[in-house]
């Protein structure tokens, strides 16, 4: 696996991050710069649950053993990558449906959304990478305060950008 970020001052929360394709990379620029300014350490890595299965299966089932507590899985047109990690883990799993195909990603957005009793997978919008990390770092933030305080001065920040532009309007 390709480490993108190292843990920062001691934090144990870690992020397993899956794709489907190096292609789906630049879809999540903006969910991996989100981690960075969280300070929040992940690992991403390339992986098909059509034409490798074994690895998609064997990432799942050891995240837990390799320090992972959240697991972020994307994919586009069948989009089946999130699905089988969570089929294989007990941990959470956000999936992101990527942009691509005749269908603009609504066919990999119904095949996230859409799993069967049992096997959920947190879903996102489309492309949405930022919006799958903050959930990541809002399940971390459960046990780890200094994340929760980031995460809390981000809302208020955005809380902050409303009044100001509402104001603005008013002038």
Do not use: W
Not at 41 to 67: C, F, N, Q, W
Not at 119 to 125: D, K, S
Request: with cysteine.
């Amino acid at each position: 696996m390709a480490s993108r970020a190292k843990e920062k001052s001691g934090r144990k929360g870690q992020v397993l991050i899956l794709v489907a394709s190096d292609s789906d990379i630049p879809a999540l620029r903006d969910g991996l710069d989100f981690l960075r300014e969280m300070g929040v350490a992940y690992t991403l890595d390339i992986v098909s649950a059509h034409r490798h299965p074994e690895k998609a299966a064997s990432l799942a089932k050891g995240a837990r053993a390799g320090g992972f507590d959240v697991i972020i899985a994307g994919a586009g047109l069948a989009a089946a990558l999130p699905g089988v990690v969570a089929a294989h883990t007990t941990l959470p799993v956000i999936g992101i449906p990527f942009n691509g195909g005749s269908l603009l990603g609504l066919d990999a957005l119904l095949s996230i959304v859409q799993m069967p009793k049992g096997v959920p997978v947190a879903t996102v919008g489309i492309n949405a990478a930022r919006n799958a990390c903050i959930l990541a770092c809002e399940i971390l933030s459960i046990k780890d305060d200094v994340l929760r305080q980031k995460l809390e001065a981000m809302k208020d920040g955005m809380r902050r950008e409303i009044d100001r532009k509402s104001r603005k309007l008013r002038n």
